[in-house]
């Protein structure tokens, strides 16, 4: 690979890099993976290469935070483009259509995309993303659902430029493998799917989502995977100035199956070989400078469904409530409701009322109502919805409008989100944290009237609004809790880290600015194999 990597990257640069260039960025996203599983699973040889990594000392492990809400969409909102808080979830009602807002919508994920560039900078401007939700200005974005592309001024158009015989010779061969290769993981994936999927329905006695899921598992685990790497390869030679990938295997089987399940884990060894091809890559050219970090957007916690707890579906749940309906008996069930039963994430409404489900956050929205409102206004218009979710074992932490900061609604009492003596009543071994994102969530006026999650306190189950049995989006102690694995030299202290706005000020004040500095005084776009060469010192805020 090596013998591949450096002629191609030796073409169109000169050769002595300039004094005090900027550093590269190369960001792998490991999709829904606390620190705590991370470490279990380095402990537990699923990550061998990284594992070897860290023990080399070159890189350190660092703990972050999510943001709120815990969800992928939020955190590269704020990593690619520093807003914080941005989205109140994967899924909303818009209050004006009525309408669920989704972000695995490529429609919708445009529109998101389109308010947050309008704030800032894209992160990635110049560069390449995979499998991202948003393209943070990517020049070129593969496999971007929301189908944004930034300009090829910043940095990209020399590729083209400077593409002769050689890199096209060896852009056959690389593709030549990746079709190899990836033919031979598509065949592993289905046949491991297939067993696992009847294992599992039969097990459970229900076949709802498995098709997707098997289909996930081919196109993320299987072939995309392989395209991926080989893409990030590619870039890698041709000295990309920012590239990024999100690795979505594990967060896809921790929803299905949980995050400490045979499946999820499996998928951590793939995203372990993918891992050690794009340390190859950065370490055969060390004259290009790329700092490599892997990082992930949110943690997972295991989920009972709020169905099996309450009987029906969180939707309605509050429309019964609302209207005086008798409320189901609580029936636990377990998995098994037959090849009809479950919902996945999603949204349910009627004409008065509506419910948003993303994993163990849900929103309920009073759709005649003008807008978002206070608890006062609630207790007076909504006073049986209120004390249905109160009376319920399957509610957590539900947050509503009010005071300077917001009001947690917890075992009877009407916590203050701005009061400190209110917040040590919080069930949360974080209270201060827990409270500052619920006050994130609540400043959003796209939330609902009342913001649902399942954390119920230590030492209980938490649940999940939609059918699935690992869950994140609310602020359960792991889901809140990611990583960031990165150079042992970089000083940016991680842990303080409150949003993933401040990952976006660092990562841009380090890579991004300087190579921005750097162009405004005179390299053009001929010059720009130049401009993008490494030997700098780092830099941290």
């Keep these: 690979m090596k013998g591949l990597l450096r002629p191609l990257a030796l073409?169109?640069?000169p050769g002595h890099p300039p004094p005090g260039a900027p550093r590269r960025l190369l960001v792998v996203q490991l999709d829904g993976v606390s620190r705590p599983r991370l470490e279990a699973a380095l402990a537990n040889g699923y990550l061998p290469f990284l594992a070897s990594r860290l023990a080399a000392g070159g890189h350190v492990l660092s703990s972050t935070r999510s943001g709120a809400p815990a969800s992928t969409p939020a955190f590269q909102a704020g990593l690619f483009y520093g807003v914080s808080p941005s989205v109140p979830g994967y899924v909303w009602l818009d209050r004006r259509t009525c309408r669920a807002v989704r972000m695995d919508r490529a429609d919708d994920a445009a529109l998101v995309e389109a308010r947050l560039?309008?704030?800032a900078p894209g992160l990635l401007r110049g560069g390449t993303s995979y499998f991202s939700i948003f393209s943070g200005g990517a020049a070129f974005p593969h496999f971007c659902l929301s189908g944004l592309a930034g300009d090829y001024d910043a940095g990209l158009g020399w590729i083209e430029e400077h593409l002769g015989p050689w890199e096209a010779l060896a852009s056959t061969l690389v593709h030549s493998v990746t079709a190899t290769r990836g033919a031979v993981r598509l065949a592993h994936e289905a046949?491991?799917?297939?067993?696992?999927?009847?294992r599992w329905s039969v097990a459970l006695g229900r076949l709802k989502h498995e098709p997707r899921f098997l289909w996930h598992r081919l196109l993320f685990s299987g072939l995309l995977r392989e395209l991926l790497v080989q893409g990030i390869l590619v870039d890698v030679s041709r000295g990309v100035p920012v590239i990024y990938t999100d690795l979505v295997g594990y967060d896809e089987a921790a929803h299905r199956r949980g995050p400490g399940s045979r499946v999820a884990l499996r998928s951590l060894a793939s995203a372990d070989a993918a891992l050690a091809m794009i340390f190859a890559?950065?370490?055969a050219v060390p004259e290009l400078g790329y700092d490599v970090y892997v990082l992930s957007d949110h943690g997972h916690v295991p989920t009972r469904p709020f169905e099996s707890l309450a009987g029906v579906p969180l939707p309605e749940f509050v429309e019964c409530a609302e209207h005086g309906d008798a409320l189901p008996e609580p029936r636990p069930v377990g998995p098994n409701r037959g090849v009809a039963g479950g919902r996945t994430l999603g949204a349910g409404r009627s004409a008065t009322i509506g419910a948003a489900e993303a994993g163990d956050l849900a929103?309920?929205?009073?759709?005649r109502d003008g807008g978002p409102l206070p608890l006062e206004a609630l207790r007076a218009r909504h006073p049986r919805v209120l004390?249905?979710?109160?009376?319920?074992p399957a509610v957590g932490v539900t947050a509503a409008r009010g005071g300077r900061r917001g009001l947690a609604l917890w075992d009877g009492a009407v916590l203050d989100l701005a009061e400190p003596r209110d917040l040590a009543r919080l069930p949360h071994p974080d209270p201060a944290l827990a409270a500052a994102y619920l006050s994130d969530l609540l400043a959003l006026q796209e939330s609902?009237?009342?913001?649902?999650t399942g954390w119920r306190g230590e030492g209980r189950p938490v649940v999940a609004y939609a059918w699935e049995f690992g869950s994140h989006g609310g602020i359960s102690p792991e889901e809140l809790e990611p990583f960031v694995v990165h150079p042992r030299e970089v000083a940016f202290p991680f842990g303080a880290v409150l949003r993933p706005s401040e990952l976006y000020r660092f990562f841009e004040e380090t890579y991004r600015a300087p190579?921005?500095?750097e162009r405004r005084v005179g390299a053009g776009p001929g010059d720009a194999g130049a401009g993008l060469a490494a030997g700098a010192p780092r830099t941290t805020p």
């Design 363 to 367: 929103h309920v929205y009073f759709l």
């Design 515 to 517: 190579r921005d500095r």
């Design 387 to 392: 004390a249905a979710l109160a009376a319920s």
């Design 191 to 198: 046949g491991a799917g297939v067993v696992d999927g009847l």
């Design 448 to 452: 609902g009237d009342l913001v649902v």
């Design 11 to 13: 073409r169109g640069r």
């Design 117 to 119: 560039a309008r704030a």
């Design 281 to 283: 890559a950065t370490d």
